[in-house]
């Protein structure tokens, strides 16, 4: 009976799914349509378009839905805006540049007495409570959607940072008045092989860069979002600097910032990819300012800035009024509140910033003359006729990993066995260093003759080819060839490398094999810790690192795991969390070819190994070819595994879940299953939007169960989860790997129940548009100006009649959540806003022939004339605002 009980839940599991496909929202799906006519997924990497557009999407639900945030109170609030005084109304007129100027250098730029000051003062903000829940915390909070309106997606993104981040040096300032906010110029890092291994990511700087942050100035810290934690290099990518030359050349606020700007000249699309490289905090806007890698990131970000200013007045532009007259945000225009120290937004372009309060030092740079970067944590490195500075990596921090720094207690371990066997031999060997010396001297004698003897040939062998005879050349040839084999083979000979005996010896010959893997080459014992206190100066020495093994650091392990915050509201709790399972199909990647396993015919081996789907004809026609654009930190591992990320984004609530499914990229096609985490719908039903890609960032298909059709369909990634029976998530990872698959006794092999999956993502490397739109329209480019709403709800064209107290044209219909529109339906012309009759708020944006239902912000009205929301208050708002700029502040 109980076997027949547990079979019909089995059935009904799908009956009435409480997961159920919902439409992308207005706000999301304009921004992917903007960006579907900017570029195309293979001119731009898939997962950052997807990441990019719904940050900017959250951080303006979380106002207008009013999400829970991360609770500030009012005198917190106060605190922080008195870290700025409020600039004169009119204008500033530029003045000379104040001769008491702080100055901003690189991070590696600083003495090591400059870091610990900064890095004390941090501290320092972070310990005193005096403003609640401390004076970092209270600063950190400011950063999020509910609190701060035109920080993103617009133009003042840049001016709105700029005074974030002089309030936050002020803020530090009150600590230790000689500290100023360093920049992280990551180009200097990008250019590595692989930059995790930078020397930023040591307790020299940052701390460790995996997982929960436990070396390093900021090593167990408890930020309002949880544990500090960071995922650095599994998405996302750093600045290059061709994209900054790019910016710097640029001459128009208009041509760097969004909405306008190219997709590679978007300095906050650009900025947004180093916030997913480093992850953990900083993945999320919401949360990015609680890592204190968020101010030296925008500090650089604001360097680029004031470059692209002194080049706008190079050409004659002031940068103080050019200022973008058209913007795809209200809160964006020149005049509107910023929401910090009672600024206006235009306030964030004065000159008074870098004239009167500070400057930054320019970023390292060398030359094939002065091959010096000013820091012992950057080498110059030169290509061809170039030169950059570039950060060293870890291996030569002060103080190495814990894995690597057991490697190498290992090899001076054996290296100290060696060196007491040679104990013995010292006498000896002390006897013969004066013979060994003459010898190396007599050999130095024979390399001589050799050179002057087959100097001597040469020149015989063109005294007979001027003299035109023929018959000496070859056995002058021969000879030649025979005195540099001999000259080599000497030079081979005579080539000896001692280095230091870490026991006293004298000498030790150089290269030491432990075993057939691990090869290291012992530094002199000075330079083997760099010094602790290592002050900044042209003669600093570089520290060469060790020779590692080359297979610890070509990608990320495939074995590292991904830390979650489990941050849901503010709060973290996997309590909040409820697990979903998830199907990837993946198909071999097009550019993958070192499976090294190949047919042999009659004897012969083939050229394409067994498994490349182009070898049979039966799957060239069913194998995508398409190459999706890349992160150029993409490797794949020798071993073929790969790995799929999938995260749930919440559309209702503020908190990301990020997990992975190893994958393997030498079969045509292969499954793997996980299990990613949203909130649970005990707490009412939860809306979360699932994105898949791979570790390449290219974007995966989500295909779910729709209701009334038969298997997997294309959907949009956005789904309502209720707890509504049947559920089909496990409350913790637990049970939704029991609830996946049914365990028989007696060692039975388990049987996945595939009933109990709703969503599957195909990740096929088609060069289509993947963001809810549909197959054929996608394949029109990027440029095709149609763009589909998955299962949108039909808009009602029947005339409505109202009882209300306003007169409602005929000819008016109702667009749904209370909007009416008083020239129908389908008067739509894109680009333009439509007033909601018999509303003061609402309104809607037609993008694509169809109209999306806005909401002005709250103290804010929708002017039919301007087309803009201004200042205002609706009628019975149930909704009051205590500061003038829209600011949302808990007691």
């Known amino acids: 009976m109980k076997l027949v009980i547990l079979s019909l839940l089995a059935l009904c599991w799908t009956c009435n799914g409480m997961i159920e496909h919902i439409p992308l929202p207005g706000g999301l799906l304009d921004c992917f349509s903007r960006y579907s006519q900017k570029t195309n997924v293979v001119d731009t990497v898939g997962e950052s378009i997807a990441s990019f557009c719904f940050g900017q999407y959250m951080w303006q639900a979380s106002r207008e839905q009013g999400l829970p945030g991360f609770n500030i109170t009012r005198e917190a609030y106060n605190w922080v805006q008195s870290l700025l005084p409020k600039p004169p109304s009119r204008r500033h007129v530029r003045q000379a540049v104040s001769p008491n100027l702080r100055i901003r250098k690189e991070y590696r730029r600083l003495t090591d007495m400059e870091r610990a000051n900064f890095h004390t003062a941090i501290q320092l903000l972070k310990a005193d409570t005096s403003v609640a829940p401390s004076m970092y915390d209270a600063l950190s909070a400011i950063h999020q959607g509910m609190m701060t309106h035109s920080a993103h997606g617009g133009p003042n993104f840049l001016g709105f940072h700029r005074v974030y981040l002089l309030m936050f040096e002020n803020a530090l300032r009150t600590k230790i008045p000689s500290v100023t906010i360093p920049y992280w110029d990551s180009t200097l890092d990008s250019a590595l092989i692989n930059p995790t291994q930078s020397i930023l990511f040591t307790d020299s700087f940052f701390g460790n860069g995996f997982g929960m942050v436990n070396t390093g100035p900021f090593a167990g810290w408890r930020t309002l979002s949880g544990p500090l934690i960071r995922n650095i290099g599994q998405a996302g990518s750093l600045f290059h600097a061709n994209d900054m030359a790019r910016i710097v050349s640029s001459i128009r606020l208009v041509q760097i910032t969004e909405p306008n700007a190219a997709v590679n000249s978007s300095l906050e699309f650009l900025h947004n990819q180093v916030h997913l490289w480093v992850d953990g905090q900083m993945g999320s806007l919401e949360t990015a300012a609680h890592d204190p890698i968020f101010w030296l990131h925008h500090s650089y970000v604001d360097y680029i800035f004031e470059l692209f200013r002194q080049n706008q007045r190079r050409f004659g532009i002031d940068p103080t009024s050019d200022y973008p007259v058209f913007v795809n945000n209200s809160m964006h225009t020149a005049m509107y509140p910023m929401g910090l120290a009672g600024l206006r937004n235009i306030d964030g372009f004065n000159d008074r910033f870098t004239s009167m309060i500070y400057q930054y030092e320019p970023s390292p740079g ?42 190498m207690n290992q090899v001076v371990q054996e290296q100290r066995m060696q060196a007491v066997a040679r104990l013995s031999m010292m006498n000896a060997a002390r006897a013969q260093q004066a013979q060994v010396t003459i010898q190396n001297q ?51 000979l005579n080539t000896f490398k001692y280095l230091p005996d870490p026991r006293g010896s004298q000498f030790m010959k150089g290269n030491l094999n432990i075993n057939s893997n691990i090869q290291f080459q012992m530094l002199p014992q000075t330079n083997q810790n760099m010094p602790s206190n290592v002050q900044n100066s042209t003669d600093a020495p570089y520290i060469s690192p060790p ?15 991904y830390q979650n915050t489990f941050n849901m509201n503010g709060r973290s709790d996997i309590k909040q969390w409820v697990y979903i399972p998830v199907k990837v199909i993946y198909q071999r990647p ?76 030498r079969l045509a096609i292969s499954v793997a299953t996980a299990y990613v985490a949203v909130k649970s719908p005990q707490f009412g039903a939860s809306q979360v939007f699932l994105n898949a890609y791979d570790s390449c960032g290219r974007i995966c298909q989500p295909f779910c169960k729709l209701a009334g059709a038969q298997g997997f369909q294309r959907c949009s990634g956005a789904f309502r989860v209720t707890s509504s029976f049947p559920k089909l998530y496990g409350t913790n990872y637990g049970d939704a790997v029991t ?44 440029g095709a100006a149609a763009f589909d709403e998955i299962e949108e709800p039909e808009v009602s064209k029947q005339p409505i009649v109202s009882n209300g107290p306003v007169n409602v044209n005929p000819t008016a219909c109702h667009i749904g959540n209370g909007c009416m529109l008083s020239k129908g339906c389908n008067q739509c012309v894109n680009g333009k806003r439509y007033k909601c009759i018999g509303t003061c708020a609402l309104y809607t944006s037609c993008q694509n022939g169809a109209h999306h239902i806005q909401s002005c912000p709250d103290n804010t009205i929708f002017d039919p004339d301007d087309y803009v929301c201004v200042p205002g208050m609706c009628p019975n708002n149930s909704k009051v605002w205590w500061h003038a700029s829209n600011v949302n502040v808990w007691k």
């Open 366 to 407: 060398c030359s094939l003359n002065f091959p010096d970067c000013g820091s012992p944590y950057l080498r110059c490195v030169v290509a061809g006729f170039q030169s950059r500075c570039v950060s060293l990596d870890w291996t030569a921090a002060p103080r190495v990993s814990a894995i690597r720094q057991q490697l």
């Open 442 to 492: 007599m050999r130095v004698s024979q390399q001589q003759r050799l050179l002057a003897e087959m100097r001597r040939q040469q020149a015989l062998t063109k005294e007979n080819e001027n003299a035109g005879l023929d018959d000496p050349s070859e056995p002058t040839q021969v000879q030649r060839r025979s005195i540099q084999r001999r000259f080599k083979r000497q030079l081979k």
């Open 547 to 561: 020779v590692m093994p080359a297979d610890m650091c070509p990608v990320i392990p495939m074995a590292q795991g």
């Open 590 to 665: 097009p550019t993958f070819n070192s499976y090294d396993s190949y047919p042999i015919v009659n004897g012969e081996v083939e050229a394409e190994d067994i498994y490349s789907p182009t070898a049979f004809r039966t799957m060239q026609n069913v194998m995508p070819k398409g190459k999706p654009a890349s992160y150029s930190h993409c490797q794949a591992q020798e071993s073929g595994a790969g790995k799929v990320y999938i995260s749930s984004q919440g559309m209702n609530y503020m908190g990301t879940y990020k997990e992975y499914a190893v994958v393997d990229h």
């Open 739 to 782: 609830h996946l698959w049914q365990f028989g006794k007696n060692d039975i092999c388990p049987t996945m129940q595939d009933d109990s999956i709703y969503i599957q993502f195909h990740c096929n490397f088609k060069e289509s548009w993947p963001f809810g739109m549909q197959p054929q329209q996608a394949a029109r480019g990027p």
